[in-house]
Nanobody, 122 residues
């Protein structure tokens, strides 16, 4: 059974940091790409960071480039999203996803976590 479990969300003030973790298990294929998407109220889900677990290649959305960093655990199907200099517009539900292509098309990802809420507010 495939499972993606996000953790680390919460409420913070603008300018602060949060670290999200996604632990995956039961994934049925190798060459996995894991990504973070987010969805704010009334907006479409957008991809913000993705990483190839084999080679470590990464991809970022322009909206988070320079502020967020995605990384992987070398011995487990686990990825992290370090979010710095958070802004109110980063407020959203953040989802972890697993697939095979390093891109931000949601349809390319086969497995999804339940999501974790991030709220940035003063």
């Amino acid at each position: 059974q495939v499972k993606l479990q996000e953790s680390g969300g919460g409420s913070v003030q603008p300018g602060r940091s949060l670290l999200l973790t996604c632990e995956g298990s039961g994934l049925p294929y190798s060459g996995i790409v894991m990504a973070w998407f987010r969805q704010a109220p009334g907006k479409e889900r957008e991809g913000i960071g993705a990483i190839d677990l084999v080679f470590g290649y990464t991809l970022y959305a322009d909206s988070v480039k320079g502020r967020f960093a995605i990384s992987r655990h070398y011995t487990a199907t686990t990825v992290y999203l370090q979010m710095d200099s958070l802004k109110p517009e980063d407020t959203a539900i953040y989802y972890c996803a697993a697939g095979k292509a390093l891109e931000f098309s949601a349809g390319s990802y086969d497995y999804w976590g339940q999501g974790t809420q991030v709220t940035v507010s003063s």
